[in-house]
């Protein structure tokens, strides 16, 4: 098979949670342009309106489905809303997140359940919601979480950064892709994490104007992640291109993680 037809994401259907935005909207484009069809979530509408308006100019197939998946509740309705329209789901990129600074001996009790209940409860829940009413009926499937590189070790002092929950939680993002890539392997199913470095968006906007340049200086490439940066992993990893590589976490960091 030529790599062109293994990255080909032709006739395959995809949800990108927290995608009206930011990587989320980046991946989604990603996937698109390699012929997929694209289901967005998110909590605004009038945010996923437009991501779909700028991905329909893309020629992408599109579809959003506002939803909070904070609330467990409504997670079934985002599987329900994708396969009423496209039949089966085989690429979920689970990418919804958020954070909340403290330091740890003060850090609030409803700030890390907030953090916990986003970053892992929710994505725990819909990759099984989807998993057992299309990836594992039809013994195919590609699950994408992600996670980052806060989630491979702890802030530097020097960075200034209290964001305990967040790390704890995307370190747990990682090692549950490596526990469900192994127990949904048989299944034909893979599981892996991208972990990327610091990319400009609305949640890491405060961090970056404070440190911005402190990250720059010690990441080997010696710039933030980009517009165009996740888009080749997240392909890869959907596609079966990486039909033979499942439990892995890839950083995507320009190297910050190398030093």
């Keep these: 098979m030529s790599v062109r037809k293994l990255l080909d994401l032709s006739g395959k259907v995809a949800i990108v949670t927290g995608g009206s935005r930011g990587i989320g909207l980046q991946m989604a484009e990603g996937l698109g342009e390699m012929g997929a069809r694209v289901a967005v979530t998110a909590r605004k509408q009038d945010e996923l309106d437009e991501a779909c308006a700028h991905l329909e100019g893309l020629g992408v197939e599109c579809l959003t489905v506002a939803a909070d998946l904070a609330a467990a509740a409504s997670i079934p309705g985002i599987v329900d809303a994708v396969i009423a329209r496209w039949g089966q789901i085989d690429i979920l990129v689970n990418n919804a997140g958020c954070n909340?600074?403290?330091?740890?001996?003060?850090?609030?009790?409803?700030?890390?359940?907030?953090?916990?209940?986003?970053?892992?409860?929710?994505?725990?829940?819909?990759?099984?919601?989807?998993?057992?009413?299309?990836?594992?009926?039809?013994?195919?499937?590609?699950?994408?979480?992600?996670?980052?590189?806060?989630?491979?070790?702890?802030?530097?002092?020097?960075?200034?950064?209290?964001?305990?929950?967040?790390?704890?939680?995307?370190?747990?993002?990682?090692?549950?892709?490596?526990?469900?890539?192994?127990?949904?392997?048989?299944?034909?199913?893979?599981?892996?994490?991208?972990?990327?470095?610091?990319?400009?968006?609305k949640m890491t906007k405060v961090t970056l104007d404070r440190i911005g340049r402190d990250v720059m200086d010690l990441t080997p490439l010696g710039r933030l992640g980009g517009e165009e940066d996740l888009k080749g992993c997240v392909v890869f990893l959907a596609s079966e291109a990486s039909r033979h590589v499942t439990g892995q976490a890839i950083a995507v960091d320009g190297g910050t993680t190398a030093v």
């Design 100 to 201: 909340w600074a403290a330091p740890a001996e003060d850090y609030p009790d409803d700030g890390w359940r907030k953090v916990m209940n986003l970053n892992v409860d929710a994505q725990f829940y819909i990759t099984r919601e989807v998993g057992r009413r299309s990836m594992i009926p039809r013994r195919s499937g590609k699950v994408v979480n992600i996670a980052s590189i806060a989630g491979l070790f702890g802030n530097p002092p020097k960075w200034e950064m209290r964001t305990m929950a967040y790390n704890v939680s995307k370190g747990a993002l990682v090692n549950l892709t490596r526990a469900l890539a192994a127990e949904w392997g048989p299944y034909n199913i893979n599981v892996n994490a991208i972990c990327p470095g610091f990319f400009p968006s």
